[in-house]
C-alpha cells in the first residue's frame, strides 16, 4: 500500500507533538543525536534497531526512536531528513516502490543479511508442499490463508501476485496483525492442525514453530533480497564511522537468529535494549569501536 506524503505528515506531526522530533534537525559531523526509524511489529527491525541504539548509546550517541507503523513513511521520512537511519529495510523487493520513489535522496549503507525472503508457510507436519497445492485441499485449512498488517509489502505481494496467480481469489486472505497471525498459527501447532500463512526469512518463528516454505512454482512471492541498513542523504559524510561500521556487520541465519530470538523470546517487549546488550556480550564482533 502506498503511503502519501500527506500520511507521512500527518504522522510526523503526531510525533512532534509527543516530543519525538524536539529538537531533532539535520545532524552535522558534530552531532551526537540520531534518529532510527523502524516497524515495531517487524522483529529483525525491532532487533536490528536495538542493537543499533545500545551500541551507538555506548559510544555517547543520543538515539531518538521512531516507530512506525508502515514502510511508506519511513522512506518518506528518510528522503526528508527527519530520520537519520532505517536499521533493517527490505529495498530490494518487498519495499521496492518506496526505494524507487525516494532512492535519490537515501544512502544504502550496506547489507546485513543477503537471504531475506517472503514465503507462505506451513508447518512441517502439514501435507502441502507448494501453493499449487492449496486450492484443491482448500477445506483442509478453513479456505483461509492467515496473513499480516494489510499495509504490509508481504500482503501486497500475496494479495496483487499469488493469489491470482495460483487462483485463490475464492479463499480468505485474513490480515491483522503479525502479532494475530502469530498467535493462530500457535493455536494450530498446538493441535496440529494444518494451517498456511505468510512469513518471511529471517524470522524466528519459522524455527519456534519448525515451519516449512511452500515451493512457489509461478515465483509470485519474487526473489530473495537483502536486509539493508538505509540513511538519509549525507549521513555517510557526516558519521563515517558509523557508515563504516555498518558497512561490516554481516550475520547469517543462525547469527541474526539468534540475536532476534533473545529480543522477541528470551527478554521481550519492554527489555529489548537489555536483550541487545546481553547478545553483544556474546557477539563481541559486532561492536562499534569510535576511534
Same mark, same amino acid.
Given at each position: 500500500?502506498?503511503?502519501? /506524503?500527506?500520511?507521512?505528515?500527518?504522522?510526523?506531526? *503526531?510525533?512532534?507533538?509527543?516530543?519525538?522530533?524536539?529538537?531533532?534537525?539535520?545532524?552535522?559531523?558534530?552531532?551526537?543525536?540520531? /534518529?532510527?526509524?523502524?516497524?515495531? $511489529?517487524?522483529?529483525?527491525?525491532?532487533?536490528?534497531?536495538?542493537?543499533?541504539?545500545?551500541?551507538?548509546?555506548?559510544?555517547?550517541?543520543?538515539?531518538?526512536?521512531?516507530?512506525? *507503523?508502515?514502510?511508506? !513513511?519511513?522512506? @518518506?521520512?528518510?528522503?526528508?531528513?527527519?530520520?537519520?537511519? %532505517?536499521?533493517?529495510?527490505?529495498?530490494?523487493?518487498?519495499?521496492?516502490?518506496?526505494?524507487?520513489?525516494?532512492?535519490?535522496?537515501?544512502?544504502?549503507?550496506?547489507?546485513?543479511?543477503?537471504?531475506?525472503?517472503?514465503?507462505?508457510?506451513?508447518?512441517? %507436519? *502439514?501435507?502441502?508442499?507448494? =501453493? &499449487?497445492?492449496?486450492?484443491?485441499? @482448500?477445506?483442509?485449512?478453513?479456505?483461509?490463508?492467515?496473513?499480516?498488517?494489510?499495509?504490509?509489502?508481504?500482503?501486497?505481494? $500475496?494479495?496483487?501476485?499469488?493469489? !491470482?496467480? %495460483?487462483?485463490?481469489?475464492?479463499?480468505?486472505?485474513?490480515?491483522?496483525?503479525?502479532?494475530?497471525?502469530?498467535?493462530?498459527?500457535?493455536?494450530?501447532?498446538?493441535?496440529?492442525? &494444518?494451517?498456511?500463512?505468510?512469513?518471511?526469512?529471517?524470522?524466528?518463528?519459522?524455527?519456534?514453530?519448525?515451519?516449512?516454505?511452500? &515451493?512457489?512454482?509461478?515465483? @509470485?512471492?519474487?526473489?530473495? &533480497?537483502?536486509?539493508?541498513?538505509?540513511?538519509?542523504?549525507?549521513?555517510?559524510?557526516?558519521?563515517?564511522? =558509523?557508515?563504516?561500521?555498518?558497512? *561490516?556487520?554481516?550475520?547469517?541465519?543462525?547469527?541474526?537468529?539468534?540475536?532476534?530470538?533473545?529480543?522477541?523470546?528470551?527478554?521481550?517487549?519492554?527489555?529489548?535494549?537489555?536483550?541487545?546488550?546481553?547478545?553483544?556480550?556474546?557477539?563481541?564482533?559486532?561492536?562499534?569501536?569510535?576511534?
Amino acid at each position: 500500500m502506498k503511503t502519501s /506524503r500527506r500520511t507521512f505528515t500527518t504522522a510526523l506531526a *503526531s510525533l512532534a507533538a509527543g516530543g519525538a522530533l524536539a529538537a531533532c534537525g539535520r545532524g552535522s559531523g558534530g552531532d551526537k543525536r540520531l /534518529r532510527l526509524g523502524f516497524i515495531p $511489529s517487524w522483529s529483525d527491525g525491532m532487533s536490528m534497531t536495538h542493537l543499533l541504539k545500545t551500541q551507538l548509546e555506548k559510544a555517547g550517541y543520543r538515539i531518538k526512536l521512531m516507530d512506525l *507503523s508502515e514502510a511508506g !513513511p519511513l522512506y @518518506a521520512g528518510l528522503s526528508q531528513g527527519a530520520i537519520d537511519l %532505517y536499521p533493517s529495510a527490505w529495498p530490494d523487493v518487498t519495499h521496492k516502490e518506496y526505494m524507487d520513489k525516494y532512492r535519490r535522496y537515501i544512502e544504502d549503507l550496506g547489507t546485513y543479511y543477503d537471504a531475506a525472503k517472503l514465503t507462505w508457510a506451513v508447518p512441517s %507436519y *502439514s501435507s502441502l508442499s507448494s =501453493i &499449487e497445492d492449496i486450492k484443491p485441499n @482448500a477445506s483442509k485449512i478453513d479456505n483461509r490463508i492467515v496473513g499480516i498488517e494489510p499495509g504490509a509489502g508481504l500482503t501486497k505481494v $500475496s494479495q496483487e501476485d499469488v493469489i !491470482p496467480d %495460483y487462483g485463490l481469489q475464492d479463499m480468505k486472505f485474513l490480515t491483522s496483525s503479525t502479532t494475530g497471525m502469530l498467535a493462530e498459527l500457535k493455536k494450530a501447532v498446538d493441535a496440529k492442525q &494444518e494451517i498456511v500463512v505468510t512469513l518471511w526469512h529471517p524470522f524466528w518463528a519459522n524455527s519456534t514453530y519448525d515451519m516449512r516454505d511452500l &515451493e512457489d512454482p509461478k515465483g @509470485a512471492l519474487g526473489k530473495g &533480497e537483502g536486509l539493508h541498513f538505509l540513511g538519509r542523504e549525507g549521513f555517510a559524510q557526516e558519521y563515517p564511522e =558509523i557508515a563504516s561500521w555498518l558497512g *561490516s556487520i554481516k550475520m547469517d541465519e543462525a547469527t541474526y537468529g539468534s540475536l532476534e530470538d533473545m529480543v522477541i523470546n528470551t527478554y521481550g517487549e519492554g527489555k529489548e535494549d537489555q536483550a541487545a546488550i546481553a547478545w553483544s556480550r556474546e557477539h563481541p564482533q559486532y561492536d562499534f569501536k569510535a576511534s
